[in-house]
């Protein structure tokens, strides 16, 4: 698979992705808002490609203290072939460039499937935390 930074003309693609994945889309996934998460980590935001179609997409990015990992996708199609994997030892590979000490990433506690992968790829779950959210208006 070949590995490439996400731009923006991409956008179409890698959306059409996260959705035949499932994945819980809202207000934070529109072209506008996905723009301003590649000015931000533009280089953690990476995808995959077989024969020039994107068919492996991960949204890395770092706030200037941890790192985080969302909307991590790969095609149905192209599943269980190792992709994930492949994708996340680059993004890992990254953030060990920009020697980020912590990476964390949020999994809906139904999705066991993602966390089985994510504990074969070395993560933990973490038992001492509980998350909380604000959303400001
Ligand atoms: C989770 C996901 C990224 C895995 O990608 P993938 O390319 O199928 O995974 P890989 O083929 O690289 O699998 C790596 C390892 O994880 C295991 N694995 C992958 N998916 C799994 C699942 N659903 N249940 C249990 N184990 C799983 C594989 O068996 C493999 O194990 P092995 O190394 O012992 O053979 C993919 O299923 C996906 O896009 N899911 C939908 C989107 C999603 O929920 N993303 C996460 C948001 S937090």
């Not at 996934?29 to 492996?56: C, M, P, W, Y």
């Not at 997409?57 to 996708?73: E, I, N, P």
């Amino acid at each position: 698979m070949k590995i490439e930074q996400f731009t923006i003309e991409m956008y179409p693609e890698v959306y059409e992705i996260w959705k035949k994945t499932g994945l819980s889309l809202g207000k934070s996934d529109t072209k506008e808002e996905v723009q301003r998460a590649v000015n931000h980590s533009q280089d953690l935001f990476i995808v995959g490609k077989k024969d020039e179609k994107i068919v492996a997409v991960v949204m890395g990015a770092f706030d200037g203290r941890r790192g985080y990992v969302h909307h991590l996708a790969i095609d149905p199609e192209y599943q269980r072939l190792g992709l994930g994997n492949e994708i996340m030892q680059e993004l890992h590979k990254r953030f060990t460039e920009k020697k980020i000490v912590k990476v964390h990433l949020f999994i809906e506690v139904d999705n066991e499937g993602v966390i089985e992968f994510y504990k074969k790829a070395g993560w933990h779950t973490r038992e001492d935390l509980v998350m909380m959210s604000y959303v400001p208006n």
